[in-house]
């Protein structure tokens, strides 16, 4: 089955810096990659995903990249702020109406 | 429109007993799942139901079991719980038909088995 590594577990920036959060996954036929973001005692939240048509997707500061080949994608925070401090979580999966198979999640840190 | 719903928020089990968390979806969504959240482990897919009438095992499905009541409703159901299911479970839900899969999640139960 599919398997969902994520790095770093956690990472400090200060305020201003950018933070880049990296996952592999081992099925070539996952094809949808979604990021959550999940608040302290909050619910996950999806905040941006790309699916494998596609290399590259921006939402403001945040941005996803994939590659297809190496079978790794990854989030890029920019000019990052305080409420940006939460766990992310990184997934995969086939298709939609299946499993998504998650990372175990970065814990991000922004200092002022 | 409430999204998806999980009773009870809390619960407090002796080794040994039984319970049902129960989930709800007002989204007309097809799709269903349960995870559980433990400290390090992100989130582990516990069984999921791709549709109605339809039921899965996910990663950890040792020790639950599920019922898949109607397309609105997914329950999860520990028959003898142990303290190795203390845990935050979360139950999610999403669309087919849209290339995504997108899934919305409802606000956590958390479990304390003693």
């Known amino acids: 089955g599919e398997n969902v590594e994520q790095h770093p577990s956690t990472l400090s920036v200060q305020e201003g810096d950018s933070a880049v959060i990296k996952c592999t996954y081992s099925d070539s036929a996952s094809n949808y990659f979604p990021w959550y973001k999940q608040e302290l005692g909050k619910r996950p939240q999806l905040i941006i995903d790309?699916?494998?048509?596609?290399g590259e997707k921006k939402d403001q500061r945040i941005a996803v990249t994939l590659n297809k080949t190496a079978k790794h994608f990854s989030l890029h925070i920019t000019e990052t702020q305080p409420e940006d401090s939460a766990v992310y979580f990184c997934a995969a999966s086939r298709q939609a109406g299946t499993a998504l198979i998650f990372g175990k999640g970065t814990t991000l840190s922004v200092s002022s | 429109n409430a999204g998806v719903t999980q009773t009870p928020k809390f619960q407090v089990l002796k080794t040994g007993q039984s319970m049902t968390l129960q989930c709800a979806q007002d989204m007309n969504h097809n799709s269903m799942y349960w995870y559980r959240q433990d400290p390090g482990m992100g989130l582990r897919l516990i069984y999921y139901s791709a549709s109605e009438g339809t039921t899965d095992k996910g990663e950890v499905p040792n020790g639950y079991n599920v019922s898949r009541l109607n397309k609105r409703e997914f329950s999860l159901r520990l028959e003898s719980a142990a303290p190795s299911q203390t845990s935050v479970y979360f139950c999610?839900?999403?669309?087919?038909?849209?290339?995504?899969?997108?899934?919305?999640f409802g606000a956590g139960t958390r479990l304390s088995v003693l």
């Open positions: 999610a839900s999403s669309r087919q038909g849209t290339g995504k899969n997108i899934q919305y």
């Open positions: 790309i699916r494998s048509n596609v």
